[in-house]
């Protein structure tokens, strides 16, 4: 765990330049993302600034749409609007980030009249390739933590970190007590009483699973995107892959409350049967995304690939140049020597 990599103090000054983690390996995996798609794209004859111009469209829409989902789920963290922008500290949800950045893409291209399938696909293994360095943030920042482990690779995160301030939190509780965050203060003594004494349980290692899970999806997407049959086939598997997996991920963690499936224990509790709901346990809110993500990208990968001739499954061929003719009245044309008969 490292939330800030270095400072560089400020000379003249009490102040520093302060490189957190999180927010470098953002722009490291932005970067990155936007490299192995422009590639793909020159490899392909088409020109890279499509990329370029998507790449901001993208970015602007993901930011906004990352931040305002993870506000959603975590509106009781926010306090002031300084909190809501401070997104260099961690606090951005994936899903919400692509939705938007998807809808971004989309109406850019198609505004440009670009065949918005065949470029989607073009960018779809740049997807998880981002979201890899984004994880590696989130394990040097300590979030997206998971759940108990009793397997030799748990982790137990330092004191201060960000689980070990929730795992402190919820020992606390059982005892009557809470940390609230708070080194000082009432809950000075406690924290140094339960620093001497408490140890946190390990934990998984959710980061480093979804680490592995998105350069594995980052692998399949690329050796698919040579043997694809449809555009938008790409893009449609991603959706698919991702969502499982994310659903799948989201049991080892526990950064995310499990009081949703679907709306139905809400449901059953609103109709006064309390004890009907109590008997699920939940999935989080991520979970129910994805499975709205599968089960869409499916329907969508089977209209797909039932489909043909379709206007929206041609290729992009880039304007050919024009030729220009010269003005130069001085300049003689040669007419070319006419071939003699052969005797």
């Given amino acids: 765990m490292r939330p800030i990599l270095?400072?560089?103090?400020?000379?003249?000054?009490?102040?520093a330049i302060t490189l957190y983690g999180y927010g470098a390996m953002m722009c490291l995996g932005f970067l990155a993302a936007i490299l192995v798609a422009a590639r793909r794209s020159r490899r392909l004859g088409q020109p890279p600034d499509i990329i370029y111009n998507c790449a901001l469209f993208a970015f602007l829409g993901g930011v906004f749409g990352a931040r305002l989902f993870y506000i959603v789920q975590y509106r009781e963290h926010f306090t002031s609007l300084w909190s809501i922008v401070m997104i260099w500290e961690g606090g951005l949800t994936y899903y919400g980030g692509l939705v938007l950045a998807t809808v971004a893409v989309i109406a850019y291209l198609a505004a440009s009249r670009?065949?918005?399938?065949?470029?989607?696909?073009?960018?779809?293994?740049?997807?998880?390739?981002?979201?890899?360095?984004?994880?590696?943030?989130?394990?040097?920042?300590?979030?997206?933590?998971?759940?108990?482990?009793?397997?030799?690779?748990?982790?137990?995160?330092?004191?201060?970190?960000?689980?070990?301030?929730?795992?402190?939190?919820?020992?606390?509780?059982?005892?009557?007590?809470?940390?609230?965050?708070?080194?000082?203060?009432?809950?000075?003594?406690?924290?140094?009483?339960?620093?001497?004494?408490?140890?946190?349980?390990?934990?998984?290692?959710?980061?480093v699973y979804a680490i592995v899970n998105a350069l594995l999806l980052f692998a399949v997407l690329h050796v698919m995107f040579r043997h694809k049959r449809r555009h938008g086939q790409v893009i449609l598997v991603f959706a698919l892959l991702y969502g499982i997996s994310r659903f799948l991920m989201e049991f080892l963690r526990a950064d995310e409350a499990s009081t949703y499936l679907l709306g139905l224990p809400t449901l059953l509790g609103a109709l006064g049967h309390a004890e009907a709901a109590a008997r699920f346990g939940g999935l989080t809110v991520s979970q129910n995304v994805a499975i709205g993500m599968v089960a869409a990208a499916a329907v969508a990968l089977v209209f797909l690939m039932r489909t043909r001739g379709r206007e929206w499954q041609a290729d992009y061929a880039p304007p050919a140049p024009a030729v220009r003719e010269s003005n130069d009245p001085g300049r003689k044309k040669h007419p070319k020597p006419k071939k003699g008969k052969r005797g």
């Fill in 6 to 15: 270095f400072r560089i103090p400020i000379p003249g000054t009490d102040h």
């Fill in 114 to 207: 670009l065949p918005v399938l065949y470029w989607l696909d073009v960018m779809a293994p740049s997807l998880p390739l981002g979201l890899a360095f984004g994880r590696i943030g989130c394990f040097l920042n300590g979030c997206c933590y998971g759940d108990t482990c009793d397997l030799p690779w748990g982790l137990a995160w330092p004191v201060g970190s960000i689980p070990w301030f929730d795992y402190a939190d919820t020992y606390l509780a059982s005892h009557g007590a809470m940390l609230a965050g708070a080194a000082d203060g009432p809950y000075g003594a406690v924290m140094g009483s339960l620093v001497a004494t408490w140890r946190p349980p390990p934990i998984h290692p959710a980061q």
